[in-house]
């Protein structure tokens, strides 16, 4: 049995109902009615033109910002790798060099983690459809690289053992059974010659360990490539990708391997000039200053990224209403 209330709410509701269903088709039956006004469709396709052109104007001055400002961070950095590779202790100094150039070699993988970690982002985003990012996935690969020949001048820049006399003559002498002995110290060459040689085998042993472990990254990346292109329901962004990477696998191996031969088969530094202790508390304070400097710019690099990444998307997207609108005049414009 239908409860009397409810009917009475339904009756009461029904020419409510019915008014607002006359008022949509009022309403449709009108904008059918209304003629399109082509005239302003075309002008909105000429303001949505110069939005475009203003939007391109402005993506090429985040561009040329993000080239100028990484040619600053590369010039910095090769300036002073530049440096550090051509000095080297001094007995004054003892290890203060080597130390500043395990340091810096540190800072240049710290630096490679970073542009690794942002190409990991990069990449997704080109996975999941961005085909405009793939080709910033190779420029972080070039820094990359260039970070690996760094560490590896570094690493050869620290003198190796020499083969010199160990005892020099202090000056003097005396008798003994008929017999002169001079007297001897040990060298003080010999000695700074023994440490550098310890440090230089210590570094190129963690430069060539570091070298063969990327090695193997290299390869286990290369199988999950080859897995993945296996899928046949990959998006087409995904397959080109995915391709890109793994040719670009054999050049960045080919690279690494030669690193690793000139590491390992590099048996004396270049010229190199001697810091006294002083000296090297001064560069120390330098490259101190370089860094903090490099971190910073480093950072605003990246974020200069994500907004020009984000400024060509919504160009992209721009350009799409455009195309539509065009398509829709097209069609219309009779």
């Known amino acids: 049995m239908k409860n009397p209330l409810i009917a009475i709410g339904l009756a009461a509701l029904a020419p409510l109902c019915g008014l607002k269903a006359q008022e949509a088709k009022a309403q449709e039956t009108k904008a059918q009615e209304t003629p399109i006004d082509l005239e302003a469709r075309k002008l909105s396709v000429a303001n949505l033109e110069s939005h475009i052109a203003q939007r391109e104007q402005r993506l090429a001055e985040w561009g040329n910002d993000i080239v100028e400002l990484d040619a600053r961070i590369e010039k910095r950095i090769d300036s002073l790798v530049t440096m550090l590779a051509g000095l080297r202790d001094s007995q004054q100094?003892?290890?203060?060099?080597?130390?500043?150039?395990?340091?810096?070699?540190?800072?240049?993988?710290?630096?490679?983690?970073?542009?690794?970690a942002k190409r990991k982002e990069v990449r997704e985003h080109v996975r999941t459809g961005d085909d405009a990012a793939l080709g910033d996935l190779g420029k972080f690969d070039q820094r990359i690289i260039k970070r690996v020949d760094q560490i590896a001048e570094l690493a050869k820049s620290v003198p190796a053992h020499k083969d010199l006399d160990k005892y020099?003559?202090?000056?003097?002498?005396?008798?003994?059974?008929?017999?002169?002995?001079?007297n001897t110290r040990i060298s003080e060459e010999?000695?700074?010659?023994?440490?550098?040689?310890?440090?230089?085998?210590?570094?190129?042993?963690?430069?060539?360990?570091?070298?063969?472990?990327?090695?193997?990254?290299?390869?286990?990346?290369?199988?999950?490539?080859?897995?993945?292109?296996?899928?046949?329901?990959?998006?087409?962004?995904?397959?080109?990708?995915?391709?890109?990477?793994?040719?670009?696998?054999?050049?960045y191996e080919d690279h690494l391997n030669a690193r690793l031969r000139d590491v390992t088969t590099h048996t004396a530094a270049g010229p190199t000039q001697a810091v006294g202790l002083e000296q090297a508390h001064d560069i120390e304070a330098l490259l101190d200053d370089a860094r903090r400097d490099l971190r910073e710019d480093v950072a605003r690099l990246f974020r200069s990224y994500d907004q020009f990444s984000e400024g060509r998307a919504y160009l992209e997207s721009l350009k799409a209403n455009l195309a539509a609108r065009k398509e829709w005049l097209e069609k219309n414009d009779k």
């Open 93 to 116: 100094s003892r290890t203060a060099v080597t130390k500043m150039k395990k340091e810096a070699i540190e800072g240049l993988r710290r630096g490679i983690d970073l542009y690794v």
């Open 168 to 182: 020099v003559s202090d000056g003097g002498g005396s008798y003994w059974n008929g017999y002169y002995e001079e």
């Open 190 to 251: 010999w000695k700074q010659n023994r440490r550098d040689g310890t440090q230089a085998d210590k570094m190129r042993e963690d430069t060539t360990k570091a070298l063969r472990e990327s090695l193997d990254r290299l390869d286990q990346r290369r199988r999950s490539l080859k897995d993945l292109l296996a899928n046949r329901t990959l998006t087409e962004s995904a397959r080109n990708l995915y391709q890109s990477e793994l040719g670009q696998i054999d050049a």
